[in-house]
Nanobody
Framework: QVQLVESGGGVVQAGGSLRLSCASS????????MGWFRQAQGKEREFVAAISRGGDNTNYANSVKGRFTISRDNAKNTVYLQMTSLKYEDTAVYYCAANFGVYYGSERSAYERWGQGTQVTVSS
């Protein structure tokens, strides 16, 4: 059973940076693609970024392109989301998710395992 645990959330001023981490356990990490999603209060969960199994291909939502970077370290069973130039509208609970295959797209339903989420609050 795969378990995903996010960390690194917090409160940051607009324009600042944060790095989120998601540690995985239970299966061979390099066998599955990973994604980050977020959910702001009162809104639906939305795609942020995803990365292929080997880490050589990435995918980003337009709203974060150029500001956020997804990466992974398969030796550490961890995926990261480096967030820079944070905006108030980036405030949300951020979730990492696993697709037990090759999919690293934006479709939420394609991801089969989810973490519990970590809160990111950007103050203006």
């Amino acid at each position: 059973q795969v378990q995903l645990v996010e960390s690194g959330g917090g409160v940051v001023q607009a324009g600042g940076s944060l790095r989120l981490s998601c540690a995985s356990s239970g299966r061979t990490f390099s066998n599955y693609a990973m994604g980050w999603f977020r959910q702001a209060q009162g809104k639906e969960r939305e795609f942020v970024a995803a990365i292929s199994r080997g880490g050589d291909n990435t995918n980003y939502a337009n709203s974060v392109k150029g500001r956020f970077t997804i990466s992974r370290d398969n030796a550490k069973n961890t995926v990261y989301l480096q967030m820079t130039s944070l905006k108030y509208e980036d405030t949300a609970v951020y979730y990492c998710a696993a697709n037990f295959g090759v999919y690293y797209g934006s479709e939420r339903s394609a991801y089969e395992r989810w973490g519990q989420g970590t809160q990111v609050t950007v103050s203006s």
